[in-house]
């Protein structure tokens, strides 16, 4: 089984509607983070938390938030969905020892018609 | 800001070498290095600490230059299995930054038969 999971994998939904992006890890990982992906532009942080308790705004938060539900969960959500937020969308996880790698889930394609 | 990597594409043969650059306008902790193929996930290469040292994976080798800020990426002898996206992620000491990247907007590398 995958160690970091999203669902869904695939969504298209409507400008204005509601919608929640989880993330999944059996990692053990405290650090979790929530990246956006445009062509040309890379990935680009969104929010990051470093325990359940602790939440952070990363460089493009605006129209965002996210919820720490336990330690193996972060959730995604687009309050009213717009188009400019069609993007591919990945949750990542890093532990606090070793290499310090950031492990990346298999993504979410959104589509906001 | 994003740091900046060059050149943003690149095509070689088979057997070629190539190099992809990673610049910063901030003073830098540690740099990693992902590869992306495509319709998948970015995967970790290697990280880079401050102190010049030099890492390397298989036929892949990279540098840190703190002074300058920058990160350089050689792959040598490249294979047909180095075709992908290239991102430099760079982290920054201290405080709330500290276990934060911030991704450049990357580089495609395709290699040819």
């Known amino acids: 089984d995958a160690d970091v999971t999203q669902t869904p994998r695939n969504r298209i939904t409507k400008t204005g509607k509601r919608i929640m992006l989880e993330c999944s890890q059996t990692k053990g990982h405290d650090r979790m983070y929530w990246y956006r992906q445009d062509p040309g532009l890379g990935l680009r942080l969104i929010y990051y938390?470093?325990?359940?308790?602790?939440?952070n705004k990363g460089e493009i938060s605006d129209g965002y938030s996210v919820s720490r539900q336990a330690q193996a969960k972060f959730s995604l959500s687009l309050e009213s969905a717009i188009p400019n937020q069609t993007a591919l969308y990945f949750c990542?996880?890093?532990?606090?020892?070793?290499?310090?790698?950031?492990?990346f889930g298999p993504g979410t394609r959104l589509t906001v018609l | 800001q994003q740091p900046v990597q060059s050149p943003q594409a690149v095509i070689l043969r088979e057997g070629e070498d190539a190099v992809i650059n990673c610049s910063s306008s901030k003073a830098l902790y540690s740099v990693h290095w992902y590869r992306q193929k495509h319709g998948e996930a970015p995967v970790f290469l290697m990280i880079l600490l401050k102190g010049g040292e030099q890492k390397g994976h298989e036929k892949i080798s990279a540098s840190f230059n703190e002074k300058k800020q920058q990160s350089s990426l050689y792959l040598t002898a490249s294979q047909l299995s180095y075709s992908g996206t290239y991102f430099c992620?760079?982290?920054?000491?201290?405080?709330?930054?500290?276990?934060?990247?911030?991704f450049g907007q990357g580089t495609i590398l395709t290699v040819h038969p």
């Open positions: 938390s470093f325990d359940v308790k602790d939440i």
């Open positions: 992620g760079t982290g920054t000491a201290g405080g709330t930054s500290y276990g934060k990247l911030t």
């Open positions: 990542a996880t890093r532990g606090d020892r070793g290499r310090n790698e950031q492990f």
